[in-house]
């Protein structure tokens, strides 16, 4: 089955840029989906199809995808932003989802 | 406004089953394709199943395939997750997320119900 790899964690300071990475093989064709969960929450949709942002979430969060590597991009870090980030995809050949291991973003 | 609220979580002992229900409300529930995720203790999400809106269509995750079985009910707007023969491993807060038919992506959850396997 597909495989998906995110660094466990991600340091950034204030009003700094945070990048956090997913990767997984020839991820640049697959549409990536972003997951944003704060400690004792439910998880919530930030980013989907690689670039769409759902209403209410802020311009500070972008992201990309291609090659083997996507990436979610968050610039003006707050404190806020504190939360584990998870990528998901679709896997054409079991037509599972699949998510990545999740990435824990602290902010300094 | 839509809301998913899952429920039937609780202490249970290894080998017995758990049904877990979701119920659906402030949207079209017919519309959507409905999944559970799970989220063992200090660890990442794990996909667990899915239902397609019309129910025809269902799909279950490596780790609970043969033990697990997922239904809907569109009049009444739920979604169920029969667990059987729980181990220890399957402890975990079960979530449930709406995903419009053929986006790929979950666009609401649920705040999760607790399921503690031990003796």
């Known amino acids: 089955s597909y495989v998906l790899t995110q660094p466990p964690s991600v340091s950034v300071a204030p009003g700094k840029t945070a990048r956090i990475t997913c990767g997984g093989n020839?991820?640049?064709?697959?549409?990536v989906h972003w997951y944003q969960q704060r400690p004792g929450q439910a998880p919530v949709l930030v980013i989907f199809?690689?670039?769409d942002r759902p209403s209410g979430i802020p311009e500070r969060f972008s992201g990309s995808n291609s090659g083997n590597t996507a990436t979610l991009t968050i610039s003006g870090v707050a404190a806020g932003d504190e939360a584990d980030y998870y990528c998901?995809?679709?896997?054409?050949?079991?037509?599972?989802?699949?998510f990545g291991g999740g990435t824990k973003l602290t902010v300094l | 406004q839509v809301q998913l609220v899952e429920s039937g979580g609780g202490v249970v002992q290894p080998g017995k089953s758990l049904r877990l229900s979701c119920a659906a409300s402030?949207?079209?529930?017919?519309?959507?394709?409905m999944h559970w995720v799970r989220q063992a203790p200090g660890k990442g999400l794990a996909w667990v199943a899915l239902?397609?809106?019309?129910?025809?269509?269902?799909y279950y995750g490596d780790s609970v395939k043969g033990r697990v079985t997922i239904s809907r009910d569109n009049f009444d707007n739920t979604v169920n997750l029969q667990i059987n023969s729980l181990r220890t491993e399957d402890t975990a807060v079960y979530y449930c997320?709406?995903?419009?038919?053929?986006?790929?992506?979950?666009?609401?959850w649920g705040k999760g119900t607790t399921v503690t396997v031990s003796s």
């Open positions: 402030g949207f079209i529930f017919s519309g959507y394709t």
């Open positions: 199809y690689n670039t």
């Open positions: 239902i397609s809106h019309d129910g025809n269509t269902l």
């Open positions: 020839n991820i640049g064709i697959k549409s």
């Open positions: 998901q995809v679709w896997d054409s050949g079991s037509h599972h989802r699949v």
């Open positions: 997320a709406r995903e419009l038919e053929g986006s790929l992506y979950m666009d609401v």
